[in-house]
């Protein structure tokens, strides 16, 4: 077996996305000291890195390098 369904693939995304996103929006009020500018970045960030995460996972699973199979 090799492999994720979509919906693990899809939960392992959006709970990394949510830990990446909350660690660049505190560097991000750390260097400005402002919430409007921390907000836009969660605001921006977070669909987009989502989507090339999520698309980035899809090609690594296409791709046998690397993979061993399992046996039975």
Do not use: C
């Not at 919906?7 to 660690?23: H, N, P, V």
């Not at 969660?42 to 980035?56: A, R, T």
């Amino acid at each position: 077996m090799s492999g994720y369904t979509t919906s693990r693939l899809f939960a392992k995304t959006f709970l990394w996305r949510i830990i990446a996103t909350l660690t660049g929006a505190a560097v991000t009020f750390a260097l400005t000291g402002e919430v409007e500018t921390a907000g836009k970045f969660i605001v921006i960030e977070f669909p987009l890195k989502m989507l090339f995460y999520y698309l980035h996972e899809i090609g690594w699973n296409k791709t046998s390098w690397g993979k061993i199979a399992v046996q039975d």
